[in-house]
Structures are given as C-alpha cells and as structure tokens.
C-alpha cells in the first residue's frame, strides 16, 4: 500500500479518503472536483496530526508554500464522521503587526483591527490556554480594543503575541491535535459512537476576510427546512462578518431573498446569490445529500468553504432521505438506510383528538411529545409489575434519576413535579418516545402515600386513569378520546420501500380492537400475539370470571363460562373483521385464576354479596389459591389440562365468530395457541378437546372451516423438547418474556429492584427482558428452532415476547430463521425499517 502524505494540497486529483483524512477534507475535494470556488486548502492526514499531538510538527515551512505569502490562514478539524467533533476552528493565522497595518490600507483600519483582534483572542484562549473571562470587554473593538488585547496577552504570558506566521500555524496545529486526545473530547466522541481510536484530520484553508470594501460577508444556505425537512430556503448572511460564529442567534443578519422588510443579500449582491443557490442544487444532486453550504462574499464574489450535511429533525431526516430517492439522486434503498430506525418511533404520536372533551387537572412543560392513558403508579417498581400485567401505566415522580429509568421503559408517559426540558425525565422520555411532561408544578405530589392532588385539591391515587398530553403539557382526568398517529406521504414512501427490501414479516401484538386497528394502520401482517386475558379484567365479565372460579364442579364452570362466551366471540369477531383475512393469533388463557379474586377485606365482602356466598367462603377459596410462586404455578396450559372448561369455551367463541367473520368478509383461518408448554403430553390433551370443539361446530353450523393450532415455547423444557412437540402443532411462537425469566431464573416482576446495579457492574450487559439474551436464552431459541424444524420442516417459527420490537433483537430472528416476529403496535413501523435494514 502507498504512504499516505502527511500534508496534501486539496486537488479534484489529490488522493483524499474520509478514512485518512476526515470528511470535512473529503467534502471539500468533492466541492473541488465540482469546481465550486473553494478556496486553496492543505489537508492534514490522521497520522500527521498524531506526530503533531506527539510534539513532532509536519513541514510547516512546504504547507505556507502552497499559500500565497500574504494570505490568511485558518485552521479546521476533520474527523471521520462530522458528529464526532472537534477542537474549535481557528480563523486568521498569519495575522501580526505587519499585517494588521498593510491591511489597514487595503481593506480599511477597523476591519484589520477587527480580523486581528479576532486570532489573538481565540488564540489565546484555544492556543496559549488563558482564561477567556480576560478578554471578556474586548468584543467589537477597533484599533484601541486591539492595543488593550495585546497588551493583556502579554500580561497574561509574559511574552509579546507570536508574529511569525509559521509559529503560528505550528502552534494551532500543536493545540488541536493535543485537543482531540483529550479525556473530555474523547469521551464524548466515543459517546456518539467513535471507536477510541478514531483519528483527526486538519484542514488548513486560506481565509477570505469577508470584511472590506464592497460587498462582504459571511453566511449559511440550505434548501431544505431542517425541521421539516420541506423544500425552502433556509439560513443567515450578515455583511462584514467572518465565519459561522458571527451568524449566532441574536445578530442582525440580512435576509437571503428580497423581503419587504429589509435588505438582503439577493438585492446586495444578486449574481453571488443566484450563484450559492445553484451550487446548493448541485451539491444536492453530486454528494447525493441535503447540504448547507458555508461561504462568503469578498466584494461581490462567491467563495464556498464548507459544505455540510443538514441539521434535521427525525421529520425531517425521513423526507430528506425519500425526496432524494424520489428525485432519483439515491436508490430508495439507501433512503431506507438513512434512517436510524430507533427515531423513526419520534414520528408516530397518537394525540388527544381536538374534539375530546379535556378535563385539565394539571399542567407543566411539554417536554416530550405524544399522549397516553393509563394508570397511577408511583415508584419504577410498581411501573413494571403494571407493565408485566399488561396494564399501561402512568409513572409520576417528583423528579426521575437513573433508578427510574427502568419504569420509564415499563410506562407508557410519565410526569413529574420538578424539571424542565433538559431535566433527567424530559431527556429520558424524549429518548424513549415516551409522552412526558416534567415540572407540573401545580399539583401536589404526594408519593409517600401514592397520591396527586390537583390545583383545585382533587385527589387521584394510585390506580386511578389519566391522561399525559406531553404535546400541550397538560394532564387530563380520565380516557378521551385519541386521533391516531398521522403517517405522512413520505414516511409512507420509505416504509414501502422497506417493505420491499424486507425478509422476515411482521405481526403486531394486539389484544383490543385499538390495538388491531393500529397494527393495520401500521401495516403489520397480522396479530402475532392477542393475550385473551386482558378481555376478563373488564369490570363487567370479572364478576362472571370469579362466579366461575368459585364454582365447585365442571358442570357448574361450564355453565358459568357460558355466560362469557357471548362477549368473548363479539371480542374475536372484532379483531377478524378489523383484520380482514390476516392472520390472527389467540392465545388461550394464561394467567392464574388467583389474579382474578380480591385481596382485599372490602373486595372479598363485596364478592360475597354478588355471589351471594358467606365472606369466610370467600377467604378461604383466596387463600386456597394462593400460590408462593404464582408464575410456576397453575396458569397457561396447566390450567388448559386442569380445569378445561375455559379453553372449551375459548375455542367455541374462536371458531364460532371464525364461522361469522367468513360469511360477510374474507376467509378467516385463526390461530389458536397454547401458552407456557413444557411437555408433549399437554399438547397433545389440549389439542384433542379443542379438535373436538371445532368438530361440534363445525356440526352445529353445518359448515366447515380450517384453523391452525401453535405453541407457545416460553419454557426452556420446550425448548429442548421442541421436535417432540412439532409434529403437533402448525406453529412454535417463542415468549421470550417467560422464556428469559425462566431462563435466567429471574422474576420479570422484580428484576427491576437490582437490575440497575447489576447493568452498573457489568453483570449484564443490557436488562435482558429488554434486549435479547443472544448467548443464553438465544442459545435455547436457535436449539427450539433446530429441533423444532427437524421433525416439522413446514412449522412456522416466530418469537411475540417484548424483543420482538427491539431492532438489535430482529438481526437475531432474522439469522435464526424465524418466519416473523411480533412486536407492540407502535414498533411495527421501527421494525418493519429495522429488518429492511438488515436485509440490504
Ligand atoms: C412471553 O412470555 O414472552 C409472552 C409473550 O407472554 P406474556 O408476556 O404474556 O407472558
Ligand atoms: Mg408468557
């Protein structure tokens, strides 16, 4: 391989490789090659700023050659990737006594004044390391400003300010190459995901002042709004300024097009402006990306120095990458390649519907977009044992720390008392895409007794149903009504794309109609996992529930559970017709019937007035039913075995509105599916009564009608056991949630006690309930999937626990050879992007 120079000349020739000398050096090649008006510029390679950082200095005396004698110089980084920083760029080396008076002549003595003022002051504070309090006062001077400048330089150092430009530029390079290794600047690349060895590039360009006669100044130009990421005109240009610094926010720039109120710099110097706006276009279609471009106007003409990705919203990031592809400049599938799939979620807000009713009992900062219903819960704990129930939750905290985080995750919006848009909940919640509002301060938090008290001193407690409006900053009593998340044309576009690119489907996990309707909306290929429990909480069917639980014979159950067979076919005829013919999986029930009985002392006296039994019957049957270890105990499939009256009635109110959706839409085929298996032998009785169902209906109605009937492998013993399980069954879908508790033996209801400190120390890398266990619990997937396939090649194979949202999960899935993965509603579109990703 040839040595790469230390210094290179940029030339549309030059061999210039972000790799080896930055991106900055790179764009500025291209811009070159574009035959833009750049102006002269050295690049610096990775390795000649590590000799530099290591005190040895490149031939400073052959990069000054390249330059003409009197220009000015500055100085800028060039990391491989722009967002990993870098030391502040240093503008008008070259600039001493002599200069400044030779300068005085051409351009005017306060604009060399001003250019001079400008080095010494930011070399001595990147350069020579003094305390930029000293030269606070000295901001617009002119000459005297200067004189007092220099004077405080040599105060401060005890030596005159360098004049020779070759020190100079020796010394900026010598400071930012030793800047990029230090710890803070290192730490906070790596943060942005540079590797610890990622290296620096410098470019050394020559200054156009910007300052003097004629026309001049420094400015900014995009064509795309960065928030939207719409076609428009966009940036700043301020007469006799240098550089981006200048352009701040708060100074009087002028405006870029002809405007009504004022002057702009179309009016001042149109041919310059007609020029940048072209040069955008261009830069647009040949670097293939939405670019701003940083110039400036030296009495009248047009020098481009910097051209840099636009700043954008995640809006604005996917109508950015879908019009490009759109206008032919990039193929649509690297348009889903630019997308972080992780930001796509910040776009899919449901809010409060305009028309709701809005019954306002607090408000505060809207620090994170998007509303949300749910339940009162007031430590992280509680957030996941609520969430672990499949209860959406609500998390309020006077403020949050990193404790909390793990209840964040576990809510679906949380609100605090204190903070504000930077605060640690407004942060967190923003990153999560969870709807926050932060520093509500007009309630009272009261989380010792689990209570929130409204300005006007109404009390909501721990249970209780509210509203977080995180888009208004408004907390809302009770459920209004919610207008779906809005999905413009080019989010469209781009998951269409994804969708072609894409080889493993997508379900969504869906156990109401809302959620059905979301997984359509979103365009999931189906319901992977619908948790028929969820339909018993209603209050009206749980009386019924508990009727059956107290019932002491089978005859006695089955006539109670049909009582509930009504509800639960009107349940599953909804979720067929809003699927229309996609696949629909039900899983029959899972829980322990103990969830369903009262705790407490009112609860159990309440039940035995509806049942109109003795309370001491009551207590008894709940503590009969009390297990220690109530997640291995009777629920799932053992129920199915032990008490199969609710299956029965499960699977006649399955085929029953299987039959009913048939007839007036397409064709349904459902999926019934039993949860937590660990031996052949259960399948094997669960399937026989359910095949006997099917038959009486079948008979009954006089029509015929197919269903398939799965697994839920959600135990390792299944695992190990699934070829003796497939031959059973149509399909195996792996809970990873059951399947990593059980795994690790670790509750998915406490975990989250320690979990933080287990993460701190490197116990676990990442909360495994969150990201996929690849080394253990994956180990038992791809066992499951092996065994499973060998004697059932045609079993269809998914996983429906948490991870099946999780983009760093799906890459796993997807090599594991899964045939889908389903994921919560709101993750489909993430996923559905994520998996094209790893497909391309
Ligand atoms: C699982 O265990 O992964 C699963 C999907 O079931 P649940 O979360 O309802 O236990
Ligand atoms: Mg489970």
Same mark, same amino acid.
């Given at each position: 391989?040839?040595?790469?120079?230390?210094?290179?000349?940029?030339?549309?020739?030059?061999?210039?490789?972000?790799?080896?000398?930055?991106?900055?050096?790179?764009?500025?090649?291209?811009?070159?090659?574009?035959?833009?008006?750049?102006?002269?510029?050295?690049?610096?390679?990775?390795?000649?700023?590590?000799?530099?950082?290591?005190?040895?200095?490149?031939?400073?005396?052959?990069?000054?050659?390249?330059?003409?004698?009197?220009?000015?110089?500055?100085?800028?980084?060039?990391?491989?990737?722009?967002?990993?920083?870098?030391?502040?760029?240093?503008?008008?080396?070259?600039?001493?006594?002599?200069?400044?008076?030779?300068?005085?002549?051409?351009?005017?003595?306060?604009?060399?004044?001003?250019?001079?003022?400008?080095?010494?002051?930011?070399?001595?504070?990147?350069?020579?390391?003094?305390?930029?309090?000293?030269?606070?006062?000295?901001?617009?001077?002119?000459?005297?400003?200067?004189?007092?400048?220099?004077?405080?330089?040599?105060?401060?150092?005890?030596?005159?300010?360098?004049?020779?430009?070759?020190?100079?530029?020796?010394?900026?390079?010598?400071?930012?190459?030793?800047?990029?290794?230090?710890?803070?600047?290192?730490?906070?690349?790596?943060?942005?995901?540079?590797?610890?060895?990622?290296?620096?590039?410098?470019?050394?360009?020559?200054?156009?002042?910007?300052?003097?006669?004629?026309?001049?100044?420094?400015?900014?130009?995009?064509?795309?709004?960065?928030?939207?990421?719409?076609?428009?005109?966009?940036?700043?240009?301020?007469?006799?300024?240098?550089?981006?610094?200048?352009?701040?926010?708060?100074?009087?720039?002028?405006?870029?097009?002809?405007?009504?109120?004022?002057?702009?710099?179309?009016?001042?110097?149109?041919?310059?402006?007609?020029?940048?706006?072209?040069?955008?276009?261009?830069?647009?279609?040949?670097?293939?990306?939405?670019?701003?471009?940083?110039?400036?106007?030296?009495?009248?003409?047009?020098?481009?120095?910097?051209?840099?990705?636009?700043?954008?919203?995640?809006?604005?990031?996917?109508?950015?990458?879908?019009?490009?592809?759109?206008?032919?400049?990039?193929?649509?599938?690297?348009?889903?390649?630019?997308?972080?799939?992780?930001?796509?979620?910040?776009?899919?807000?449901?809010?409060?519907?305009?028309?709701?009713?809005?019954?306002?009992?607090?408000?505060?900062?809207?620090?994170?977009?998007?509303?949300?219903?749910?339940?009162?819960?007031?430590?992280?704990?509680?957030?996941?044992?609520?969430?672990?129930?499949?209860?959406?939750?609500?998390?309020?905290?006077?403020?949050?720390?990193?404790?909390?985080?793990?209840?964040? +995750?576990?809510?679906?919006?949380?609100?605090?008392?204190?903070?504000?848009?930077?605060?640690?909940?407004?942060?967190?919640?923003?990153?999560?895409?969870?709807?926050?509002?932060?520093?509500?301060?007009?309630?009272?938090?009261?989380?010792?007794?689990?209570?929130?008290?409204?300005?006007?001193?109404?009390?909501?407690?721990?249970?209780?149903?509210?509203?977080?409006?995180?888009?208004?900053?408004?907390?809302?009593?009770?459920?209004?009504?919610?207008?779906?998340?809005?999905?413009?044309?080019?989010?469209?576009?781009?998951?269409?794309?994804?969708?072609?690119?894409?080889?493993?489907?997508?379900?969504?996990?869906?156990?109401?109609?809302?959620?059905?309707?979301?997984?359509?909306?979103?365009?999931?290929?189906?319901?992977?996992?619908?948790?028929?429990?969820?339909?018993?909480?209603?209050?009206?069917?749980?009386?019924?529930?508990?009727?059956?639980?107290?019932?002491?014979?089978?005859?006695?159950?089955?006539?109670?559970?049909?009582?509930?067979?009504?509800?639960?076919?009107?349940?599953?005829?909804?979720?067929?017709?809003?699927?229309?013919?996609?696949?629909?999986?039900?899983?029959?029930?899972?829980?322990?019937?103990?969830?369903?009985?009262?705790?407490?002392?009112?609860?159990?006296?309440?039940?035995?007035?509806?049942?109109?039994?003795?309370?001491?019957?009551?207590?008894?049957?709940?503590?009969?039913?009390?297990?220690?270890?109530?997640?291995?105990?009777?629920?799932?499939?053992?129920?199915?075995?032990?008490?199969?009256?609710? /299956?029965?009635?499960?699977?006649?109110?399955?085929?029953?509105?299987?039959?009913?959706?048939?007839?007036?839409?397409?064709?349904?085929?459902?999926?019934?599916?039993?949860?937590?298996?660990?031996?052949?032998?259960?399948?094997?009785?669960?399937?026989?009564?359910?095949?006997?169902?099917?038959?009486?209906?079948?008979?009954?109605?006089?029509?015929?009608?197919? /269903?398939?009937?799965?697994?839920?492998?959600?135990?390792?013993?299944?695992?190990?056991?699934?070829?003796?399980?497939?031959? +059973?069954?149509?399909?195996?879908?792996?809970?990873?949630?059951?399947?990593?508790?059980?795994?690790?033996?670790?509750?998915?209801?406490?975990?989250?006690?320690?979990?933080?400190?287990?993460?701190?120390?490197?116990?676990?890398?990442?909360?495994?309930?969150?990201?996929?266990?690849?080394?253990?619990?994956?180990?038992?997937?791809?066992?499951?999937?092996?065994?499973?396939?060998?004697?059932?090649?045609?079993?269809?194979?998914?996983?429906?626990?948490?991870?099946?949202?999780?983009?760093?999960?799906?890459?796993?899935?997807?090599?594991?050879?899964?045939?889908?993965?389903?994921?919560?509603?709101?993750?489909?579109?993430?996923?559905?992007?994520?998996?094209?990703?790893?497909?391309?």
């Amino acid at each position: 391989m040839s040595e790469i120079p230390l210094s290179t000349l940029i030339t549309a020739t030059a061999p210039i490789e972000a790799a080896n000398h930055g991106g900055r050096a790179k764009c500025l090649q291209r811009l070159v090659r574009l035959d833009l008006p750049v102006p002269r510029t050295v690049a610096l390679s990775f390795a000649a700023v590590q000799q530099v950082a290591a005190g040895e200095l490149p031939d400073i005396r052959a990069i000054l050659a390249e330059f003409s004698e009197d220009a000015l110089l500055c100085v800028r980084p060039s990391s491989e990737v722009p967002d990993w920083g870098g030391p502040s760029a240093i503008l008008n080396i070259g600039m001493n006594d002599a200069r400044y008076l030779s300068l005085s002549e051409v351009l005017g003595q306060a604009a060399a004044a001003s250019l001079y003022l400008r080095f010494v002051q930011s070399y001595a504070v990147h350069v020579a390391r003094l305390d930029p309090d000293v030269f606070d006062d000295v901001e617009d001077g002119g000459p005297d400003a200067l004189r007092e400048i220099l004077q405080a330089y040599e105060a401060e150092t005890d030596e005159v300010f360098p004049q020779d430009p070759g020190e100079q530029l020796a010394a900026v390079l010598r400071s930012m190459a030793r800047a990029w290794e230090g710890t803070s600047a290192r730490l906070l690349r790596q943060a942005k995901g540079a590797p610890a060895d990622a290296g620096l590039g410098l470019v050394v360009q020559e200054m156009i002042p910007g300052l003097g006669q004629g026309e001049c100044g420094s400015g900014v130009l995009q064509l795309v709004d960065s928030d939207s990421g719409l076609p428009q005109l966009t940036g700043r240009y301020l007469s006799q300024s240098q550089g981006r610094e200048a352009l701040g926010a708060g100074t009087e720039a002028l405006f870029l097009e002809k405007d009504a109120r004022g002057p702009s710099l179309e009016e001042l110097a149109p041919e310059a402006f007609a020029r940048i706006k072209a040069d955008a276009a261009l830069m647009r279609v040949r670097l293939r990306e939405e670019m701003q471009v940083e110039f400036v106007i030296q009495n009248g003409a047009l020098h481009i120095l910097d051209g840099v990705r636009v700043l954008r919203s995640s809006r604005a990031a996917v109508r950015i990458a879908v019009a490009l592809a759109q206008d032919g400049i990039i193929p649509p599938h690297e348009a889903v390649m630019r997308v972080d799939a992780h930001v796509l979620s910040e776009l899919l807000h449901r809010q409060v519907a305009p028309s709701a009713a809005r019954d306002v009992i607090g408000a505060g900062i809207a620090a994170s977009p998007g509303a949300a219903t749910g339940q009162l819960v007031f430590t992280a704990a509680d957030a996941q044992s609520s969430a672990a129930r499949g209860e959406p939750c609500v998390l309020v905290r006077r403020e949050t720390s990193p404790d909390d985080v793990r209840g964040m +995750h576990a809510a679906v919006a949380v609100l605090t008392g204190r903070g504000g848009m930077t605060s640690h909940a407004a942060v967190i919640g923003r990153g999560l895409g969870l709807p926050s509002i932060v520093g509500a301060s007009n309630m009272t938090f009261d989380s010792r007794k689990k209570r929130l008290i409204s300005a006007s001193g109404q009390v909501f407690h721990a249970g209780d149903i509210v509203t977080i409006d995180g888009s208004r900053g408004e907390v809302l009593a009770g459920e209004p009504e919610m207008l779906e998340a809005a999905e413009d044309d080019a989010f469209q576009a781009l998951l269409a794309w994804a969708d072609e690119a894409r080889d493993i489907d997508i379900r969504a996990n869906a156990d109401t109609p809302a959620d059905a309707q979301t997984a359509r909306n979103f365009n999931a290929q189906g319901i992977g996992l619908c948790r028929t429990e969820h339909m018993f909480f209603d209050p009206g069917r749980l009386t019924v529930m508990r009727e059956m639980i107290f019932a002491e014979t089978s005859s006695g159950r089955a006539a109670v559970l049909a009582r509930l067979l009504p509800m639960q076919r009107e349940d599953f005829l909804e979720l067929f017709r809003i699927m229309e013919g996609l696949p629909v999986c039900i899983r029959l029930f899972d829980p322990p019937l103990h969830e369903f009985l009262p705790t407490s002392k009112t609860g159990q006296r309440e039940l035995s007035e509806a049942l109109d039994i003795p309370v001491s019957d009551v207590t008894r049957r709940v503590e009969e039913m009390a297990e220690y270890n109530p997640m291995l105990g009777l629920r799932g499939v053992r129920l199915g075995v032990t008490v199969p009256e609710i /299956y029965d009635m499960q699977a006649r109110a399955i085929f029953e509105a299987t039959l009913l959706a048939s007839k007036d839409g397409a064709p349904v085929v459902p999926e019934v599916m039993i949860p937590l298996v660990s031996a052949k032998r259960e399948v094997e009785l669960v399937k026989a009564r359910i095949d006997a169902v099917a038959a009486a209906v079948a008979a009954e109605q006089g029509e015929s009608f197919d /269903y398939r009937l799965g697994v839920m492998v959600e135990t390792p013993r299944a695992a190990l056991r699934a070829d003796e399980i497939a031959p +059973h069954t149509s399909f195996l879908s792996f809970g990873t949630n059951d399947l990593t508790q059980m795994t690790y033996g670790l509750s998915r209801d406490d975990a989250g006690r320690f979990m933080s400190n287990y993460v701190q120390q490197g116990v676990f890398p990442e909360d495994p309930f969150h990201v996929l266990d690849v080394d253990g619990v994956g180990e038992l997937l791809k066992l499951g999937v092996q065994r499973g396939r060998s004697t059932n090649p045609e079993v269809t194979l998914s996983i429906c626990g948490e991870h099946g949202g999780n983009p760093e999960s799906i890459a796993f899935c997807r090599e594991a050879g899964f045939d889908y993965v389903s994921c919560s509603p709101f993750r489909v579109p993430v996923v559905r992007l994520a998996a094209a990703q790893l497909a391309i």
